[in-house]
T-cell receptor, first 115, second 115 residues
Framework: DTGVSQNPRHKITKRGQNVTFRCDPI?????LYWYRQTLGQGPEFLTY????????KSRLLSDRFSAERPKGSFSTLEIQRTEQGDSAMYLC?????????????FGQGTRLTVV | AQTVTQSQPEMSVQEAETVTLSCTYD???????LFWYKQPPSRQMILVIR??????QNATENRFSVNFQKAAKSFSLKISDSQLGDTAMYFC????????????FGTGTRLKVLA
């Protein structure tokens, strides 16, 4: 296993279009996270899954954003009716469950540019 | 709400020298974890070092060590014998141990190691 994989790496879209990103976590990692990182900022939490259950959602995740993790494996993050303010790096991370397993393993991210 | 503050947007250090990156945080939690993550240019974030708040002993990982001052809510990272490969963005992060898996990141410090 080579780590957390995110696709695509880059996406340019026109304002108003829908986009979907995919994240494949490290095998057997039960926890999966989505973060958003804008220029000059640290990653901001969007949502968290434990297996297929979405357990936490940030207020940043407006109704235009939806995330799924069917079957508790890969996850998708969809943004509907994109806006220029959605331009950012979208990071996915995963970690194994169990007390003390706090290290999050990050993917390289999907850079979204809305024009 | 928890916050993490990194007051040094950019730093530079000569190769083989020592540098200290600062981080302060605010929380009402008693038990939590603190992390330093490294994000090299165009590469994924990786964990550098982790500190558990209930442990008084400062964590050390090879050339990386922390100075954890719980009462002052301070968590600085010291890099000894700096290497060119240490050039990266460094993020301080906080994770409560109360059941949430929402990591709170600082805004980062861009470290450049000079030859």
């Amino acid at each position: 296993d080579t780590g957390v994989s995110q696709n695509p790496r880059h996406k340019i879209t026109k304002r108003g279009q829908n986009v979907t990103f995919r994240c494949d976590p490290i095998s057997e990692h039960n926890r999966l996270y989505w973060y958003r990182q804008t220029l000059g900022q640290g990653p901001e939490f969007l949502t968290y899954f434990q297996n297929e259950a979405q357990l936490e959602k940030s207020r940043l995740l407006s109704d235009r954003f939806s995330a799924e993790r069917p079957k508790g494996s890969f996850s998708t993050l969809e943004i509907q009716r994109t806006e220029q303010g959605d331009s950012a790096m979208y990071l996915c991370a995963s970690s194994p469950s169990g007390a003390g397993n706090t290290e999050a393993f990050f993917g390289q991210g999907t850079r979204l540019t809305v024009v | 709400a928890q916050t993490v503050t990194q007051s040094q947007p950019e730093m530079s250090v000569q190769e083989a020298e020592t540098v200290t990156l600062s981080c302060t945080y605010d929380t009402s939690e008693n038990n939590y974890y603190l992390f330093w993550y490294k994000q090299p240019p165009s590469r994924q974030m990786i964990l550098v070092i982790r500190q558990e708040a209930y442990k008084q002993q400062n964590a050390t990982e090879n050339r990386f060590s922390v100075n954890f001052q719980k009462a002052a809510k301070s968590f600085s990272l010291k890099i000894s014998d700096s290497q060119l490969g240490d050039t990266a963005m460094y993020f301080c992060a906080f994770l409560p141990s109360s059941g949430t898996y929402k990591y709170i990141f600082g805004t980062g410090t861009r470290l450049k190691v000079l030859a």
